[in-house]
């Protein structure tokens, strides 16, 4: 049966019965034997890996390598004592026991801290807890001084203050723990991560708007690549990212900032479709799409006077 055995794994590793995060990150490195590429970590209930639990604190990535000896590894971030885990296939089915966390470095008050509003907007929920465990060092304080920053800024914006308004309630947000350039829409986001950067779409508060703007038109997963006949340049939108893209270039253009090609990297927008003319005639197909699921919030957004609104 899979089970979990610390590292270094070896051939004869034994299988554990519970783990102590020592390490002053309290995060740790954990294989699986017998795992697939295609399993993940996750919360479960103590003693009872067939019920799941879900929890933006904990972050469990894919995992990073499979070794000789059938031992699959996996970087576990934001867990607490008490917690416990269990490995899952891609069918979400248990595979292996509840592993309880008996200690984890970082239980400490200030790696706690409570939900609390944003004060610029009371649907905007932060959620401190575990930023100590990032990668990226903070303090939880300082994670909720850098996001309140960042929503003060958004909501300094027309297109910022309208995106953030349709939100359909309240929106928990949770620090990204892992140092890559990334955030997602549950929200996982952590200003650090992109401190400095000047690449379209890259700063700060773009990123925390694009993921809003997921959440305002519902995670539409119909959204298709574009290829321009004259130039053969392909847009690629991954499906879900066509309006969180553009409707960034919205709010990045009435900041002055650049414009984001599409959603692989964080490309300049080629220099054609800086007309968003020219742009709206390609990108018709999806448009469209945007319109008939969510004709309020497109008509709100084709309303802002901004230097570049295809919409």
């Known amino acids: 049966m899979p089970h979990f055995v610390g590292i270094p794994a070896t051939a004869n590793s ?58 699959v590894y996996f970087m576990l971030r934001g867990l607490k004592a008490g917690d416990n885990i269990a490995a899952y296939d891609a069918s ?20 706690n801290l409570p939900p609390r509003p944003s004060v610029s907007s ?3 929920i932060l959620n401190p807890a575990g930023a100590e465990q990032a990668d990226l060092k903070t303090t939880g304080q300082d994670w909720v001084n850098g996001i309140e920053k960042v929503i003060k800024y ?15 309630g309240n929106v928990n947000i949770f620090p990204f723990l892992s140092g890559e350039q990334n955030a997602n829409s549950t929200v996982q986001f952590s200003p650090k991560n992109f401190s400095g950067s000047l690449a379209p779409g890259a700063q700060p508060n773009e990123i925390l708007f ?17 290829t321009d006949p004259e130039t053969g340049i392909v847009f690629n939108y991954s499906g879900t990212d066509f309006f969180s893209v553009n409707a960034t270039n919205v709010y990045a253009s009435m900041r002055g900032r650049p414009l984001r090609k599409d959603h692989v990297g964080f490309q300049a927008m080629p220099a054609k479709f800086k007309d968003f003319d ?19 919030l497109y008509g709100q957004v084709s309303a802002i006077d901004a230097p570049w609104n295809p919409f």
């Open 14 to 71: 034994p299988g554990l019965s519970s783990l102590a995060l020592k390490d002053p990150s309290g995060n740790a490195a954990i294989a699986v034997w017998a795992a697939g590429m295609d399993w993940r970590i996750r919360l479960c209930a103590p003693g009872n890996a067939f019920v799941s639990m879900s929890s933006s604190r904990f972050q469990s990535p894919p995992p990073y390598k499979k070794d000789a000896n059938l031992h």
């Open 92 to 111: 979400g089915r248990p595979q292996t026991a509840a592993l309880p966390i008996t200690f984890a470095s970082t239980d400490r008050p200030s790696n």
């Open 122 to 124: 009371a649907k905007l």
């Open 154 to 168: 958004i909501l300094a914006n027309q297109m910022g203050r309208l995106i953030v308004n349709f939100l359909p």
């Open 210 to 226: 694009h993921e809003f703007c997921h959440i305002a038109d519902g995670v539409l997963r119909s959204y298709d690549p574009l």
């Open 278 to 296: 020219k742009f709206w005639d390609l990108a018709k197909p999806n448009l469209d799409k945007l319109r008939a699921a969510k004709p309020i």
